[in-house]
């Protein structure tokens, strides 16, 4: 490909709504454009790359015997209610009407479709297990897009969904899938490691994620390094602080006039917040929820949500926890009434908490559970942080960011026996088929694998994904001796079926190299007058500093030893 035909253009300035290292370069190399929140265009140079991608994970799970398949986007809204899952979507499931006045959902993934699919078609144990996989187009209505390509609202996905007919065949395709998942990461050049996680809305019982390590990743992981466990912050569990743990003593009323806050109230009667009692207020479902969680500790909304087992979750307002009755800033679950309550373990685990008193600049010491308050809910609902300690080995924990690049859950049967797949056993009984569900983001991987493999001049393309293998970039071409031997170069390249991305711009020095580094493409060739001078071209990978020169009539066999890696 010729430069000056490239459909992107390059862009030195760095755009101001860009928010992270990614998105600013694919914006600044001329790989995506935004169209409207979450929705991109794909340009060439970034197309080049996700296919690449695409024939990867192709390639790896046909080895472990996936099959291929292409199911719609339009889906029914009927299987979603089937399922139950339309709630737990909430908000973030596209929803529309046909003609006819008939409702459909935009598909943010395809368990639904699927397990029909499965369950209209299997009949026999000898009909499993199955493999099935897709890379389709997906759609969620989030509400914060952002990072570029990390988080939008229309985006490609591999998904791969397993059938078997119990829990150890379930295993084996799990293995399957994460083995898998290894080998397309490693080929695609990008660090990762495997993390427990939440299931979140496609439910199931296991999961787990992939994680590219970058500071600017979304999600936070906790983990050991002395027993190497690692978890998203949203499942992760911890080893608090010890509370006090003394002999429960009599409750006792203080004045804490103006003190509302944690950090106040442990100021003004010289407390550690290890041993105070946080109130902090949700609506679940629009219903009130008082929470209590021990004051060094805050809650994750996400085991909370699961706690409560909720579709929708949020802080509630001031107007709504006034409604509620509630001495905002002075709250405890002290003679609490009508309102569900929700404690956190670390309060069952100690004595003699500081709580609010429930009126105006008033505390309540040596508040005691169960004694003095009840709760509808006990509950691990806390955050682990770097700090505490690993429940496994007992020692720190530490934390680091990462962006989600590929998603494994063990969907056991929830889904088939609410959509009807079963089979018929050996022995004539019919079962439920049990599932497994695989995904990968394809815009979200490449975006990782330009997030971590990148310098302060471009991107540095790992060679498998590269757009291009090679970056012919001849200068001065107003000397016919550099324009003859670029295009002779060129053209003995592409008979060779290399990839080059030929830059016969008629540019400064500057701005070629310049474009060169920000694009980022393997290894880039030199065509000059001071290199032909000496019988040579010069030969430069991106990842490295130093070039060398190559003599013309070994030129062709030299780089392609090189991208061929011998």
């Not at 190399?29 to 140079?45: D, E, F, K, N």
């Not at 809204?77 to 399922?83: C, D, M, N, R």
């Not at 791969?160 to 150890?168: G, H, P």
């Not at 989600?404 to 079962?431: P, Q, R």
Request: glycine share 8%.
């Amino acid at each position: 490909m010729r430069l000056s035909q490239l459909f992107g253009k390059t862009q030195r300035e760095i755009p101001a709504d860009a928010d992270t290292i990614s998105h600013q370069l694919m914006l600044r190399a001329g790989m995506i454009r935004q169209l409207t929140a979450g929705v991109y265009s794909y340009l060439p140079i970034a197309l080049r790359s996700m296919r690449k991608i695409e024939n990867i994970i192709r390639d790896e799970m046909n080895k472990a015997g996936g099959q291929e398949i292409c199911m719609p986007v339009l889906q029914p809204i009927e299987l979603w209610e089937k399922s139950g899952r339309g709630a737990s979507f909430g908000k973030n499931l596209f929803r529309l009407f046909d003609r006819k006045e008939r409702e459909l959902a935009l598909g943010p993934t395809h368990e639904e479709v699927v397990t029909d699919l499965v369950g209209r078609s299997v009949q026999s144990y000898r009909d499993l297990p199955l493999l099935l996989y897709q890379i389709q187009t997906k759609f969620r209505d989030e509400p914060r897009p952002r990072g570029g390509l990390v988080r939008v609202r229309e985006f490609v996905m591999k998904d791969l969904y397993s059938f078997d007919t119990d829990a150890e065949g379930l295993d084996i395709s799990y293995r399957k899938m994460v083995n898998a998942y290894k080998n397309i990461f490693s080929r695609c050049g990008l660090p990762v490691i495997m993390i427990e996680a939440d299931s979140g809305a496609i439910g199931g019982k296991d999961s787990n994620e992939f994680m590219a390590i970058s500071e600017m990743g979304e999600d936070e992981i906790i983990y050991c390094e002395s027993c190497g466990k690692a978890a998203n912050a949203e499942k992760a569990r911890s080893i608090k602080a010890k509370a006090d743990n003394s002999e429960p003593r009599p409750m006792e009323e203080v004045s804490t006039p103006g003190c509302k806050t944690i950090d106040e109230v442990c100021h003004y009667l010289k407390l550690d917040p290890v041993n105070t009692i946080k109130a902090v207020f949700y609506m679940a479902d629009d219903e009130f929820i008082f929470v209590c969680i021990r004051g060094d500790i805050d809650v994750n909304e996400v085991k909370l949500k699961n706690s409560l087992h909720c579709s929708d979750l949020r802080l509630a307002t001031e107007e709504e926890v006034a409604a509620a009755g509630i001495t905002a800033g002075f709250a405890s679950p002290i003679g609490l009434k009508n309102i569900k309550t929700v404690v956190d373990e670390s309060i069952a685990s100690g004595t003699n908490f500081v709580a609010g008193g429930n009126k105006y600049d008033t505390h309540i010491k040596n508040v005691n559970f169960p004694r003095d308050f009840k709760a509808d809910i006990i509950a691990d609902i806390a955050l682990a942080a770097a700090g505490d300690g690993c429940i496994h080995c007992g020692a720190k924990l530490l934390a680091t960011r990462g962006v989600e690049v590929g998603h494994v859950f063990k969907l056991g049967t929830f889904l088939s026996e609410k959509m009807g797949a079963y089979y018929i056993d050996a022995n004539g009984d019919s079962k439920p088929i049990v599932m497994g569900c695989y995904g990968i983001g394809i815009g979200r991987l490449m975006a990782a694998a330009v997030e971590i493999n990148h310098d302060d001049k471009g991107i540095i393309w790992p060679k498998n994904i590269a757009p291009y293998q090679i970056y012919l970039c001849p200068l001065f071409l107003e000397n016919p001796l550099v324009t003859e031997k670029a295009e002779s170069l060129y053209r003995e390249l592409q008979e060779m079926e290399m990839e080059v991305l030929y830059d016969d711009r008629n540019e400064s020095t500057g701005i070629k190299f310049n474009d060169a580094d920000l694009l980022g493409i393997p290894l880039r060739i030199t065509v000059s007058p001071r290199s032909l001078e000496k019988g040579c071209i010069e030969v430069k990978w991106r990842s490295e500093k130093q070039s060398e020169l190559v003599a013309l009539d070994k030129a062709i066999e030299k780089i392609k030893d090189m991208i061929t890696g011998k």
